[in-house]
């Protein structure tokens, strides 16, 4: 097994996928893309991702994108347990809920307020703001009842979630209401295996 995964130390997706790789306990190289060079746009890095954007993973040759792709890829090939995607058809149906959330509602909110702070994007700054809040309120809700995303253990569902929750007080979405938020996220950071977001996310929550 040969695992390089190509990112930027600073993404939330790229998180992401480390998260996963690290929480399934796999071997892999990161190799630091350097986005302000623009070496995502080059020739070389196109032919593994054509839409020029981090994480790529690649695996004995199989080059896969998209970051909710790499935690599917992953869980299917390597999760022999089936710990991370669960076999049952209700439950496989609210992880993919869940990425769908990811890709949607949580990168047009907490993930687009931080690029504001981080990265200086033009987002109007009041309606992300307002919409990770949005967000926020329905996990908590959601939270109140359950452990995790989906039930009782935790599933590719709170990767996906995890690394941009983590890091909203970085956009300057306050978690400090979200007290069952709160507490996944300190569940997640529990989980053998978890590695954090770079420090200054990190000490923002703190």
Known sequence: MSIQLLGFPLSGHSHRA????SLMGLPYEFTAVDLPRRAHKTPEFLALNPFGQVPV???????????????TYLALKYDTERRWLPQGVKEQAE??????????LMAFGPAAARLVTVFGASFDTEEV??????LLKVMDGQLAQRNFLVGSNATLADIAAYSYIAAA???????APYGHVLRWLARVEALPGF????????GLRA
Not at 18 to 21: H, T, V
Not at 129 to 134: M, S, V
Request: hydrophobic fraction near 55%; proline fraction near 6%.
């Open 18 to 21: 480390q998260l996963a790789l």
């Open 57 to 71: 993973l690649v695996d004995d040759g199989v080059a896969v994108h998209d970051s909710n792709a790499i935690l």
């Open 95 to 104: 992880v993919q809920a869940w990425l769908s959330v990811a890709a949607g």
């Open 129 to 134: 703001i307002a919409r990770a809040h949005g």
């Open 169 to 175: 007080p970085e956009g300057n979405v306050d978690l």
């Open 195 to 202: 590695v954090p977001m770079p420090e200054t996310a990190a």
